[in-house]
């Protein structure tokens, strides 16, 4: 069983440290904007969608990693405050799909704005820490190769 340092852990607990730091940030300026973060998520995982994939609410639920009930009701409150919008498909009338309105395209732009700002300052040590915790101990381990005796960078 591979052992995990103390150096292990505090590159892991760096790297949590730098990821809430961001999503504290992204809560804060979220509920200044009069959302809240499931409702930013949805939108931004909305707009992001691969080209290939048809908006619907189980997308929506996998993206987010959520119940498909949750995602309803973060899609209820959103298009109850003009946000999103459904419509049905025009080759199945049974399909439900999920766009933006005009409304929900210029908060999700500010709101992003808002977080790419964010990250040209954060990411580098956001960046740094997922590095060190990717490398874990195999920094301390001796590489494989013929007996050279080399630490891995």
């Given at each position: 069983m591979p052992t995990i340092t103390a150096a292990d852990y505090a590159s892991l607990a760096e790297l949590r440290y730098e990821i809430r730091k961001f999503l504290r940030f992204s809560e804060?300026?979220?509920?200044?904007?009069?959302?809240?973060?499931?409702?930013?998520?949805?939108?931004?995982?909305?707009?992001?969608l691969p080209a290939d994939v048809r908006p619907r609410i189980g997308e929506l639920a996998q993206r987010l990693q959520i119940q498909h009930h949750s995602t309803v009701e973060l899609v209820n409150r959103l298009a109850a405050n003009g946000f999103v919008k459904r419509q049905r498909s025009g080759r199945d009338r049974r399909e439900v799909l999920l766009s933006l309105t005009p409304k929900g395209e210029k908060t999700l732009r500010e709101l992003s704005l808002h977080h790419r700002q964010e990250l040209s300052t954060a990411g580098p040590a956001l960046i740094s820490a997922l590095r060190r915790a990717m490398g874990g101990s195999r920094r301390e381990e001796p590489t494989r190769a013929a007996g050279s005796g080399r630490q891995r960078a």
């Open positions: 804060q300026v979220v509920r200044r904007a009069g959302l809240e973060p499931r409702q930013h998520q949805l939108m931004l995982a909305l707009k992001g």
